[in-house]
Antibody, heavy 118, light 103 residues
Framework: EVQLVESGGGLVQPGGSLRLSCAASGFTFSTSGMNWVRQAPGKGLEWLSY????????YYADSVRDRFTISRDNAKNSLYLQMNSLRAEDTAVYYC???????????WGQGTLVTVSS | AIQMTQSPSSLSASVGDRVTITCRAS??????LGWYQQKPGKAPKLLIY???TLQSGVPSRFSGSGSGTDFTLTISSLQPEDFATYYC?????FGQGTRVEVK
């Protein structure tokens, strides 16, 4: 079965850090670009970051650049998002998604909730 | 950065209705626009990419069109399972979303 499964979400205090993971199965992860997308409660979708197949290229939304770092381990079929200096406005469900092309994220995980609150 | 304006923000429709949702880009783009459907508590689902290419498994009542700056998602005959929120995506920018509700 083709799937992505996120983990690592939870409650964190403002200024804290969290690392999200995304485990891939059922497709060739090592030949897939990957994205992180988030959705704040009751809000729309926000693209956060993209990483290339090899991991040599990464891109970020302005809202998270310099605070979040995307990475991957093709040997473990896993994608990661290291989140530092977290703010209340980072509270959201975080999704990982496979990048078929720039406008086509064809496989999505179920999402993991990150809550930033004191 | 390219700005995306999606309209309407919500609409009310009945089963069998033809529904049209529009995304307008702030500058001319290639046909690199996708459409997504999201139901409450679920991950988004890819419907259409490259402006008009139907993703595998998506019913043919969904179609995409447009060029330049204006792009449209059309549902030719709304079905009960189509009540959801729809988003366009271009170059890492999602539209604001259109909620399709029961009339």
């Amino acid at each position: 079965e083709v799937q992505l499964v996120e983990s690592g979400g939870g409650l964190v205090q403002p200024g804290g850090s969290l690392r999200l993971s995304c485990a891939a199965s059922g497709f060739t992860f090592s030949t897939s670009g990957m994205n992180w997308v988030r959705q704040a409660p009751g809000k729309g979708l926000e693209w956060l970051s993209y990483i290339s197949i090899s991991g040599s290229s990464a891109y970020y939304a302005d809202s998270v650049r310099d605070r979040f770092t995307i990475s991957r381990d093709n040997a473990k079929n896993s994608l990661y998002l290291q989140m530092n200096s977290l703010r209340a406005e980072d509270t959201a469900v975080y999704y990982c998604a496979r990048d078929l092309r720039a406008d086509a994220y064809d496989i999505w995980g179920q999402g993991t909730l990150v809550t930033v609150s004191s | 950065a390219i700005q995306m304006t999606q309209s309407p923000s919500s609409l009310s429709a009945s089963v069998g209705d033809r529904v049209t949702i529009t995304c307008r880009a702030s500058q001319e783009i290639r046909n690199d626009l996708g459409w997504y459907q999201q139901k409450p508590g679920k991950a988004p689902k890819l419907l259409i990419y490259a402006e008009s290419t139907l993703q595998s498994g998506v019913p043919s009542r969904f179609s995409g069109s447009g060029s330049g700056t204006d792009f449209t998602l059309t549902i030719s005959s709304l079905q009960p399972e189509d009540f959801a929120t729809y988003y366009c995506l271009l170059s890492g920018t999602f539209g604001q979303g259109t909620r399709v509700e029961v009339k």
